[in-house]
């Protein structure tokens, strides 16, 4: 028989909780250098000498007695008796703070084993931590790891072993309130200090320059915002210049297989219809969506991923903070905003690691004010469509690199504006104190990097947006031939719609094609194509250029193109993200007014720019 | 008789503090009468990048005190001011091998000691 344990996973944040967990349990959690990556609890399983341990990755936290919700999950769960031990996780190159933790913990329960992980690291930084001695110190064992490079892991799985078996060695003092004294507090910091004086031994003194140097050039006052600029445009420049070839040869790759299923479907004579539903129906959905997504987030996610580890994203927040105090936000929404980037869900998400009430209601009402991946491929194609023209290669990629930088800054300006509007309104307060660790930078492990975030990120957001766009496109595909008199389906909707988008400088297919594009994002540009396709003659689409030539046919002009790729960015965000804020701010209220602002920002840019363009069109 | 006293020490006291605000570099808003006395106290965000302090007191709301006690910010650390923005809003500190940013506001009610 079996037996299975539940083991918990705490620390600081940023100490590489994360990589501990994925080590030991072989799950593929999401790591980052950023403090609060972690937001929910991911558990994993993993089996040593016939027994399963069950690992418990809880939210970092400095202290288990201040009020955030981080910090209230993780002590509940190492109090609620639920856990036979707690592996706390150190970073060897601050040992002294987190020792603070460490301490705090032993004194609630005994079964603790002290994994130092982030060894290597202070290895190179100089730091030499007398492993043996601490274990001796703090009663209970200490291992020393180092997570990236799966080092010292089996004498950690040893030691948690041992530690649930035989329990531990230093008898527990018990505290019944959950509140430490302010005294007792300062005491456990002093105790910290006094155990690193005698544990740790730095060899260079200096560590911290090549840190200090590269923060200077980060959020120095003059370089900070150039150098800021300058790597979103390259991030967006390299995923341009790109994925323009592999997303050329995929499509022509897909329509040489439609062309061999048509071909097939008349071999076994497939019915007209049944060809219709699931070749120009569903495949060619799923093809246009796989090939115009694919390429793009498989360069977008891994290059994020990199600065991600990096550690820029805190000096990112460190430069925005300044105007997003003026708007009375807190300054780790511009990481919020940046998770938001990838996905919005997520970013959402990631909105827990704001204290404040309110400034976390801000964060969350604009997170999806930022244009996410889902978003990314329509902005791509229409931007690259109507404003390159025929100036391919280098040059074209790096002014629709340009636009989309613009694009994008465009959202970061909506989202200053409507915090400051929610704060002066909806959401009226002060802004709340916050402290912001710019953790020490750490050099990305490239390779694994690239593998992680094509697999899981790219992957995954790929499945998500096919698995909604074969529905979608059946949908459309039905919408488009099941005849009510004369006339389709999808005739009746898009003209009813047609009178408002046409307001908006769109047509009623765009905007139908939107509300379509409710469950996901990606598949808004494939399912207007579909409908255009679909209501006149059926064009073979092989490459890019002839795209234009479809939209240009059903009237499209560059202000349809600017009013929607307004409208793709500032619209009701998907599906996913509303049920994310659902969860988050557990009210109905809050995320219909989340659905509302963005909506009623595009509506209303659209119409006016539409407007303006239309009085300087009639002179 | 003692009103009087009273008001002969608010006489001095706001008398003090109009003649000492017109300093240029000390901020002494946070700081009472006998911290500004003493001309090595100062708050945290005075501080200039490169200079090192100790502090001497945290006069934060209790919230605020608690997540940087948390952080290590006690009587007697040592702080390196390491980063400042531009207008000085926001800037970060070395507390124990940790850098951390903190608005001009919160480390305005940090008192700390100059260590020259």
Redesign the interface.
């Known amino acids: 028989m079996t037996d299975t344990f539940t083991i918990a996973l705490a620390g600081n944040p940023n100490v590489g909780k994360s990589t501990v967990f994925n080590a030991l349990t072989g799950m593929r959690q999401h790591t980052g250098n950023w403090p609060g990556k972690t937001v929910a609890c991911a558990k994993g399983t993993y089996t040593y000498m016939d027994s399963v341990y069950t690992l418990v990755d809880l939210p970092g936290t400095y202290s288990l007695y201040a009020h955030s919700r981080e910090e209230e999950i993780a002590r509940d769960f190492i109090l609620g008796g639920e856990a036979q031990t707690t592996i706390v996780v150190c970073d060897a190159t601050c040992l002294e703070r987190n020792l603070n933790l460490v301490l705090q913990i032993i004194r609630l329960t005994t079964r603790v084993v002290v994994c130092v992980n982030l060894c290597d690291e202070a290895k190179k930084k100089g730091i030499v931590i007398n492993l043996p001695l601490l274990s001796d110190l703090l009663g209970v064992p200490v291992i020393g790891t180092s997570a990236t490079k799966k080092k010292g892991l089996k004498d950690l799985i040893e030691a948690t072993a041992s530690m649930i078996s035989f329990g531990s060695m230093v008898p527990c003092c018990e505290i019944s309130d959950n509140h430490l004294p302010e005294d007792d507090a300062v005491n456990i910091i002093l105790q910290a200090e006094e155990l690193t004086k005698k544990v740790v031994t730095i060899k260079k003194k200096d560590y911290h320059n090549k840190d200090a140097f590269l923060d200077r050039l980060f959020t120095g006052p003059l370089t900070g915002f150039p150098i800021m600029f300058l790597l979103l445009l390259g991030v967006f420049w390299l995923t341009m210049a790109g994925a323009n070839y592999p997303s050329d040869w995929l499509i022509t790759g897909f329509f040489f297989i439609e062309d061999k299923l048509y071909a097939a479907a008349h071999l076994i004579n497939m019915p007209q219809w049944m060809q219709g539903v699931l070749i120009s129906g569903i495949y060619h959905v799923l093809a246009w969506v796989v090939s115009v997504m694919l390429p793009p987030m498989a360069i977008f996610f891994p290059l994020f991923t990199l600065l991600e580890d990096f550690g820029y994203l805190p000096r990112v927040a460190f430069n925005l903070d300044s105007p997003f105090k003026r708007c009375k936000a807190c300054g780790k929404q511009s990481l919020t905003m940046c998770m938001g980037l990838g996905c919005n869900a997520v970013g959402v998400m990631g909105c827990r690691i704001i204290d404040s009430e309110r400034e976390r209601l801000i964060a969350i009402l604009t997170n999806s004010l930022i244009p996410c991946n889902g978003r990314f491929p329509t902005l791509l194609t229409l931007i690259t469509l109507f404003f390159i023209g025929n100036s391919s290669g280098v040059f074209g990629s790096l002014v629709s690199a340009v636009l989309l930088t613009g694009v994008l800054i465009l959202g970061v300006l909506m989202t200053l504006a409507v915090s400051r509007l929610l704060s002066a309104t909806l959401l009226k307060g002060i802004p709340s104190s916050f402290t912001l660790e710019l953790p020490p930078y750490r050099k990305p492990q490239i390779g694994k990097v690239i593998l992680r975030s094509i697999f899981d990120r790219t992957l995954f957001v790929l499945g998500r947006a096919a698995s909604v766009a074969a529905p979608a496109g059946l949908v459309i595909w039905v919408m488009a031939n099941l005849k009510i008199g004369n006339q389709s389906i999808l005739f009746y909707c898009s003209n009813f719609l047609d009178p408002f988008a046409r307001l908006m400088g769109m047509d009623g297919v765009i905007l139908l094609a939107f509300i379509l594009g409710f469950p996901a994002n990606e598949i808004v540009i494939p399912l207007m194509l579909m409908a255009y396709m679909q209501s006149g003659q059926l064009i073979d689409i092989s490459n890019t250029s002839e795209l234009k030539n479809i939209l240009l046919s059903n009237g499209w002009t560059s202000l349809t193109a600017i009013s929607c790729i307004i409208f793709s960015l500032f619209h009701w965000p998907c599906s996913t993200t509303c049920l994310t804020i659902k969860k988050e701010t557990g009210s109905i209220k809050w995320t219909l007014i989340a659905i509302l602002i963005p909506t009623l920002l595009g509506v209303l840019l659209c119409m006016g720019l539409t407007g303006v363009a239309r009085v300087i069109g009639s002179f | 008789m003692i009103s009087k006293k009273i008001e002969f020490y608010k006489y001095i006291y706001t008398d003090f503090r109009t003649m000492t605000s017109s300093l240029p570099y000390y901020n002494y808003k946070n700081m009472n009468r006998d911290d500004c006395l003493d001309s090595r106290l100062a708050l945290l965000h005075t501080v200039s990048p490169g200079d090192t302090v100790s502090i001497v007191r945290l006069q934060?709301?209790d919230?605020?005190k608690?997540?940087?006690?948390?952080?290590?910010f006690?009587?007697g650390t040592s702080v390196k001011c390491?980063?400042k923005?531009?207008?000085g809003?926001?800037a970060?500190y070395?507390v124990?091998?940790?850098?951390?940013?903190?608005?001009k506001?919160?480390a305005a009610d940090i008192l700390v000691e100059m260590l020259w």
């Open positions: 934060n709301t919230d605020m608690r997540r940087l006690t948390d952080l290590g006690i009587k390491v980063l923005t531009r207008n809003a926001f970060a070395l124990r091998d940790t850098v951390i940013a903190l608005r506001e919160d």
